[in-house]
Nanobody, 125 residues
Framework: QLRLVESGGGLVQPGGSLRLSCEGS????????IGWFRQAPGKEREGVSC????????DYADSVKGRFTISLDSAKNRVYLQMNSLKPEDTGVYHC??????????????????WGQGTQVTVSS
């Protein structure tokens, strides 16, 4: 069974950091493009980042460039999203997803075949 499981969310103050983890089971993440998305209450789902297979290329939404970093640990079959300098507007449920390639626009979702259940990130003082 192919699964993605996110972890690492929580409550953090503005300016703080969190590292989200997306663990794959049943397939190798380094053979897929892995994307991170987030959705805040009452808002549309927003693409945050995408990484091509084996970490060969990465893309970020303008809103997180310079603050978030996506990376791959092949040995652990995990993709991480390091989030620094967090802002209240970063609050939402963060999902990872797997596709055969990153879309042209980081917010496009049609290519993604597998999705995790999400992890909540709350940035608040």
């Amino acid at each position: 069974q192919l699964r993605l499981v996110e972890s690492g969310g929580g409550l953090v103050q503005p300016g703080g950091s969190l590292r989200l983890s997306c663990e794959g089971s049943g397939f190798s993440l380094d053979l897929h493009a892995i994307g991170w998305f987030r959705q805040a209450p009452g808002k549309e789902r927003e693409g945050v980042s995408c990484m091509h297979s084996s970490g060969s290329w990465t893309d970020y939404a303008d809103s997180v460039k310079g603050r978030f970093t996506i990376s791959l640990d092949s040995a652990k079959n995990r993709v991480y999203l390091q989030m620094n300098s967090l802002k209240p507007e970063d609050t939402g449920v963060y999902h990872c997803a797997a596709a055969w390639g990153c879309p042209h626009n980081v917010s496009e979702t049609a290519e993604y075949q597998y999705w995790g259940q999400g992890t909540q990130v709350t940035v608040s003082s």
